[in-house]
């Protein structure tokens, strides 16, 4: 971790658990986050006010949402008029790229925060990205970003200057349990946060839908780590 | 260059004379050319319609337009109300990063295009950067462009399954003088193209300030290649 004046990250929040508890990790070893939501035209607009519930309640620097209209590009479930894959197990889930996949969602987002991150010369970029229980994103494992933190150091100001961003994903060995435990220890308010990709409205709040992929693994997280999601769920 | 039933490339159109050559030479050399142009909410906002002229002029399959608001990030003279930088000569240009660099503008722009590349199936994304008689700004650096081929192998779908979109950057290697010149060859509607950091408005149509950087860069391509410049100018 950087120490000294500049320990300034940009951290990309969803409104869903692991970037949360990413957020929260990073926090916890120092960071001062500066919390980026993107609005991408998602279906789930909920996710927006889930990630303003989690900045507050980390108490973080800053919070702003920069829109980038990702439906005018198309091909996902989560921005188009696709269904929602429902009841698949855990283990179907990390086989193959499924339709809730946003083509170079990650790719898209890491340039925002880095554009960010360099405006506001932070050193550090959060993000919640995780290779082990993950739901088979080309974009969510080691290797991208590895590439993506040479583009931080070759296309930036920064970068160019010998202070490169340091691409922070602090998830990215853990399991769902891990991730819980973990997010539990340090406060995370998953009552907050909202993963679903098919999120339902109920007298004014949001309910997990329970049975898409990501309410899949969420639940798998939390039966690892033995505890109760505190997050209110259809079904 | 790609053979076969995919030769189909998403091209960036900035509205100005490098992004608008760098397209008539994929196109020359085969590719099917997709237009995507970026509203980032830039202070020009002449430029998308100059892009809109040149995909017609070009007969491009596509074009379209994405939202993302860079204004939100902030940080640079095209976005923001800092001054744009008059009267530099060509030479003091290229050193420095100027106040018109817009943050991580190109690592968005590519993000964006790998996006739409990814949801269209296209193999390859052109660009119009130039390393050689170039702005000052990082990302227009080989270096840069070789990092982000990296996240496209790395971080999409075609990369995974063995069909990585390639950054083509024709211009990467050529002079402001020949690109005008294989411009000229090519039919390039220099008449539309609009380069100016900061241009007039008069009776309906945009004029060059004649004065800023990317005005003294272009006036010299002309000059080099001993052309006279068809885009109207204010002085």
């Known amino acids: 971790?950087?120490?000294?004046?500049?320990?300034?990250?940009?951290?990309?929040?969803?409104?869903?658990?692991?970037?949360?508890?990413?957020?929260?990790?990073a926090k916890h070893e120092g960071w001062m986050l500066h919390v980026l939501a993107v609005d991408y035209g998602q279906r789930a607009r909920a996710e927006l006010e889930s990630a303003r519930r989690i900045a507050d309640a980390l108490e973080v620097e800053s919070f702003r949402t920069v829109g980038v209209d990702l439906r005018a590009l198309g091909g996902s479930a989560l921005t188009d008029d696709i269904d929602v894959p429902k009841g698949r197990s855990a283990q179907a889930i990390g086989e193959g790229i499924p339709v809730t996949y946003v083509p170079a969602r990650n790719t898209v987002f890491l340039a925002l925060a880095l554009a960010a991150a360099e405006t506001a010369d932070a050193r550090g970029i959060v993000l919640g990205v995780n290779a082990l229980d993950y739901s088979g994103y080309p974009d969510c494992r080691p290797d991208f970003l590895k590439a993506f933190s040479r583009v931080a150091a070759t296309g930036t100001k920064q970068g160019v200057e010998g202070n490169p961003v340091k691409i922070l994903a602090p998830l990215i060995e853990m399991t769902k349990g891990d991730i819980v435990r973990r997010g539990l220890e340090l406060g995370v308010p998953f009552e907050h946060t909202l993963s679903c990709y098919d999120p339902v409205e109920k007298d004014g709040a949001w309910l997990h839908c329970g049975r898409c992929d990501a309410c899949s693994l969420r639940r798998k997280g939390f039966l690892e780590a033995d505890a109760e999601d505190p997050a209110p769920r259809a079904s």
Chains 1, 2 share one sequence.
């Open 1 to 25: 971790m950087e120490s000294g004046k500049n320990r300034s990250a940009v951290a990309l929040l969803s409104g869903g658990m692991d970037s949360a508890t990413a957020a929260a990790i």
